[in-house]
C-alpha cells in the first residue's frame, strides 16, 4: 500500500488524472488525501479506481454551514455536501476516511452527537474527531487573541501544554468539556458496535484485503482513542533553548485542525 502524502493530491484535476493514467499499468495500491471537489469529477473517481486507489481522506471538517463558513470552506455543501459525496465515492468502491473538528462557534454539545452518527451511518472507512487550534500567524489565532479568547501567550511553547489541551475558550462550552467532548466522540466511533456495523458497508468488505485493514486499523484506533492525552509537545527530554517568537512574527499558515 503506497500512501501519496499530498494535502489535495487532486488540488489540480487535470496533473491528478495525468499521474492516476501513470499509475494503471503499474497495478498498485495507493491511497493519499483530497478535498471533496474530487467527487464530483466522475473522470477522476474513476481513474483513481483504475489505478488502484483505495482510499481517500477527505476534510468535511464540519457539517455545520455556519462553522464551514468561518474557516472559508463552505464549498464543502456544493451539490449536496457531503452525503452526496460519500455516494459518488462508494459508487467507485473508494472508502474515505473523514476527518471532524470541533470548536467553532457555532459548535454546541449537540454537534458532536450529530457527527459521529453521520460518520457510523455513512460507513467511513475511519475518521478523525479533533478541536479547533489556533496556530501563530493564522486568521483564526488573531481572532482569538483580539477576543481575549487565548488561554496561553503561546501555547506551543509553554511548559504546561500537553496534546488534546485546549488552548482557547470555547464560545458553548469550557475547554475540557471540549476535550472531554472529543474523545468521547472518538470513543464512540471506534467502539465494536461501530466498527462491526460500518465493516457491513459494501464498500468496505467487498475486498478481503481491504476488509483485513479495516478491522487492523479501527483497532488499532481504538486502543489509541486518549493514548496520546497529556504528551508534551516534541522531545520532554529537549535542554536546548527555543526559539522566542513572538506570536506576529511568525509566518505558520497551517490548517486549524489537530
Given at each position: 500500500m503506497i500512501f501519496f502524502i499530498d494535502d489535495?493530491?487532486?488540488?489540480?484535476?487535470?496533473?491528478?488524472?495525468?499521474?492516476?493514467?501513470?499509475?494503471?499499468?503499474?497495478?498498485?495500491?495507493?491511497?493519499?488525501?483530497?478535498?471533496?471537489?474530487?467527487?464530483?469529477?466522475?473522470e477522476a473517481l474513476e481513474l483513481m479506481q483504475r489505478s488502484g486507489c483505495q482510499g481517500i481522506l477527505v476534510g468535511f471538517e464540519s457539517l455545520q454551514p455556519e462553522s464551514l463558513k468561518e474557516m472559508n470552506k463552505g464549498f464543502n455543501m456544493m451539490r449536496g455536501g457531503p452525503v452526496?459525496?460519500?455516494?459518488?465515492?462508494?459508487?467507485?468502491?473508494l472508502r474515505?476516511?473523514?476527518?471532524?473538528?470541533?470548536g467553532y462557534d457555532h459548535d454546541?454539545?449537540?454537534?458532536?452527537?450529530?457527527?459521529?452518527?453521520?460518520a457510523k451511518q455513512e460507513g467511513l472507512f475511519i475518521a478523525a474527531f479533533n478541536h479547533i487550534t489556533p496556530f501563530p500567524g493564522t486568521p483564526l489565532y488573531g481572532r482569538m487573541a483580539s477576543e481575549r479568547r487565548?488561554?496561553?501567550?503561546?501555547?506551543?511553547?509553554?511548559?504546561?501544554?500537553?496534546?488534546?489541551?485546549i488552548p482557547f475558550q470555547p464560545k458553548h462550552m469550557t475547554p475540557?468539556?471540549?476535550?472531554?467532548?472529543?474523545?468521547?466522540?472518538?470513543?464512540?466511533?471506534?467502539?465494536?458496535s461501530s466498527i462491526v456495523s460500518r465493516a457491513a458497508r459494501r464498500v468496505n468488505y467487498r475486498r478481503p484485503f481491504m476488509l483485513a485493514n479495516f478491522f487492523v486499523i479501527n483497532a488499532m484506533h481504538q486502543w489509541?482513542?486518549?493514548?496520546?492525552?497529556?504528551?508534551?509537545?516534541g522531545d520532554g527530554n529537549w535542554?536546548?533553548?527555543?526559539?522566542?517568537?513572538?506570536?506576529?512574527?511568525?509566518?505558520?499558515?497551517?490548517?486549524?485542525?489537530?
Amino acid at each position: 500500500m503506497i500512501f501519496f502524502i499530498d494535502d489535495n493530491i487532486t488540488s489540480s484535476l487535470r496533473e491528478a488524472k495525468e499521474l492516476m493514467r501513470a499509475l494503471i499499468p503499474l497495478r498498485i495500491r495507493w491511497v493519499s488525501q483530497s478535498a471533496i471537489n474530487v467527487a464530483w469529477d466522475d473522470e477522476a473517481l474513476e481513474l483513481m479506481q483504475r489505478s488502484g486507489c483505495q482510499g481517500i481522506l477527505v476534510g468535511f471538517e464540519s457539517l455545520q454551514p455556519e462553522s464551514l463558513k468561518e474557516m472559508n470552506k463552505g464549498f464543502n455543501m456544493m451539490r449536496g455536501g457531503p452525503v452526496e459525496a460519500l455516494a459518488n465515492f462508494r459508487r467507485h468502491n473508494l472508502r474515505v476516511y473523514g476527518t471532524f473538528i470541533f470548536g467553532y462557534d457555532h459548535d454546541t454539545t449537540e454537534t458532536f452527537d450529530s457527527t459521529v452518527e453521520f460518520a457510523k451511518q455513512e460507513g467511513l472507512f475511519i475518521a478523525a474527531f479533533n478541536h479547533i487550534t489556533p496556530f501563530p500567524g493564522t486568521p483564526l489565532y488573531g481572532r482569538m487573541a483580539s477576543e481575549r479568547r487565548l488561554l496561553y501567550d503561546a501555547w506551543w511553547l509553554d511548559d504546561h501544554y500537553r496534546y488534546n489541551m485546549i488552548p482557547f475558550q470555547p464560545k458553548h462550552m469550557t475547554p475540557q468539556e471540549l476535550a472531554d467532548r472529543c474523545v468521547a466522540a472518538r470513543r464512540s466511533f471506534y467502539s465494536w458496535s461501530s466498527i462491526v456495523s460500518r465493516a457491513a458497508r459494501r464498500v468496505n468488505y467487498r475486498r478481503p484485503f481491504m476488509l483485513a485493514n479495516f478491522f487492523v486499523i479501527n483497532a488499532m484506533h481504538q486502543w489509541d482513542v486518549e493514548g496520546r492525552n497529556g504528551l508534551p509537545l516534541g522531545d520532554g527530554n529537549w535542554t536546548g533553548s527555543l526559539l522566542k517568537a513572538e506570536p506576529s512574527e511568525c509566518t505558520v499558515s497551517v490548517g486549524a485542525s489537530q
